[in-house]
């Protein structure tokens, strides 16, 4: 199948023509218009520092209905003892920079570059890039971020430097979006991490089904510090 090769136009090909592991294109920009186009046509960038940048749509998707969200008994007792302070846009840049600093066993350095890292405070700043943080003592030892569109939120990056943070801070996440009415989470691809939260694999066209019906539902803009 081909790679599309973008330029300065703010198109995508249909995700249908992605490469069998999900590589739809490479090219074009991180600017807050093209990533929102892309977010909304289930599209997501992820390139190593020296690549272009490059487009994914990869079937099938990893996603979590809130609904299904599950909650083992252990991390019932750390949600009950009020292990972490869990907060919202509090410290955007301090959770994607703790996400690129991250050891990961599966991978050989960051993808998220100092552009990539720019382009999302950049989405925050706009309203619609959101972190939730958990914190410890005073100190920031979990946390997430993703981008907020109508009803759907499309999960990034997680850290944790303490055992059990990024769960809470996703749990606390899940729950609240659940309440507010949201219809879908997306993990991207799968985790056993996430798994065991209870994330599933559906295809992509149900996923782009649930993007479709998705698209033009108002999206809950601006900073999440006070919405919960």
């Known amino acids: 199948m081909p790679i599309f090769l973008l330029n300065n136009r703010l198109v995508f090909p249909h995700p249908s023509q992605a490469s069998p592991d999900g590589v ?104 619609y890039a959101h972190s939730v943080e958990a914190w410890q003592d005073g100190e920031l030892v979990g946390g997430l971020y993703g981008v907020s569109l109508g009803k759907c939120f499309f999960g ?16 606390d996440l899940s729950l609240n979006l659940k309440e507010k009415g949201f219809v879908c989470i997306d993990c991207q691809q799968e985790t056993a991490h996430l798994g065991s939260l209870g994330a599933t694999c559906i295809g992509r066209d149900e996923f782009l089904d649930i993007l479709e019906k998705n698209y033009w539902v108002e999206s809950l803009k601006g900073k999440w510090t006070e919405v919960w």
């Open 24 to 127: 739809l294109a490479v090219g074009g920009d991180l600017s807050i218009e093209r990533l929102i186009l892309a977010y909304k046509a289930g599209i997501f960038p992820w390139y190593n520092e020296g690549e272009p940048i490059i487009w994914w749509s990869p079937d099938p998707r990893f996603v979590l209905f809130p609904e299904q969200l599950k909650i083992s008994k252990s991390m019932r007792q750390v949600l009950r003892r009020k292990t972490f302070q869990i907060t919202y846009d509090t410290n955007f840049r301090g959770v994607i920079e703790a996400c690129q600093h991250m050891p990961r066993h599966d991978q050989d350095g960051t993808w998220i570059t100092p552009a990539m890292l720019e382009a999302y405070v950049r989405l925050h700043e706009a309203g």
């Open 156 to 171: 990034e990056s997680m850290f944790a430097k303490v055992s059990n943070a990024s769960k809470a801070a996703f749990i």
